[in-house]
């Protein structure tokens, strides 16, 4: 390992983010999945959590929005518990989620879609579906469009920009890159970075890991379910076993 990449968990006690994980055991039913499992994200920060398939990398942002059994540990957004929230609690918390798959309501239009996005509070602002448009031109264009009917691409950009209709402290995303054509992946990669300058902290877990770890703060190395690695992510791009373990050299 270079004296660059670290295997501490989480950041010092004096600078833990907006969201800390700690020592998280969880998993499905009575299937554990994380092991101890220590993560932050600072306020406005970007952070990647990378690794083999399997690692439970995904099961991660799922313990964070409620979607999982909850076996020990903590979990605080904002310095609150939500380790016990369900996930409709945890979204009036201030955490936006996109999961990899079946992210869209394919029977509904576009604009039904971000509609459904807002659907806690009584009144749907204009002024976010504005904004969203504004952020992803295509929406616009395909308002009356069914969901189901978008490209790979226009589907994942209709999935964030429904998660962002609240407005979210934090941005999870799973996989965004999963499935796109390699020609839109650089431009996926564009539209979070810009979601992320503009001010929402974002989690991500990516396949695309040298992509990944190049754009983001910081990341995470996740394997069997405990962490492995963490450092800046040009640290961890920069060494050498982490690159000959997990990103193919």
Do not use: W
């Amino acid at each position: 390992m270079s004296e660059h990449a670290s295997r501490e968990s989480a950041l010092p006690d004096d600078e833990t983010g907006i969201l800390a994980v700690r020592d998280l055991d969880a998993g499905y039913g009575d299937l554990q999945v994380l092991s101890d499992v220590a993560l932050d994200v600072r306020d406005g920060e970007y952070v990647t959590i990378v690794g083999p398939n399997g690692a439970g990398k995904s099961t991660v942002m799922k313990s964070v929005f409620g979607l999982t059994t909850y076996m020990g540990g903590s979990i605080t957004f904002q310095d609150a518990p939500i380790h016990e929230l369900p996930p409709e609690e945890i979204i009036h918390e201030g955490i936006g989620y996109v999961p990899q798959n079946e992210n869209v309501f394919a029977g509904l239009s576009v604009r039904e879609n971000l509609e459904m996005g807002a659907y806690i509070l009584d009144d749907v602002p204009e002024q976010r579906i504005r904004s969203v448009y504004e952020r992803f031109p295509i929406l616009e264009e395909r308002a009356t469009q069914k969901a189901g009917s978008l490209s790979g691409g226009q589907q994942q950009m209709l999935a964030m920009g429904r998660a962002l209709m609240l407005d979210p402290d934090l941005l999870m995303l799973d996989e965004p890159s999963a499935g796109l054509a390699p020609d839109l992946v650089d431009e996926m990669f564009d539209r979070i970075d810009r979601i992320n300058d503009d001010g929402t902290s974002v989690l991500m877990v990516e396949q695309n890991a040298k992509e990944a770890l190049r754009r983001c703060d910081r990341g995470y190395v996740l394997v069997n379910g405990e962490n492995s690695y963490m450092d800046d992510g040009d640290a961890l791009l920069d060494d050498e076993e982490v690159r000959r373990e997990f990103l193919g050299g």
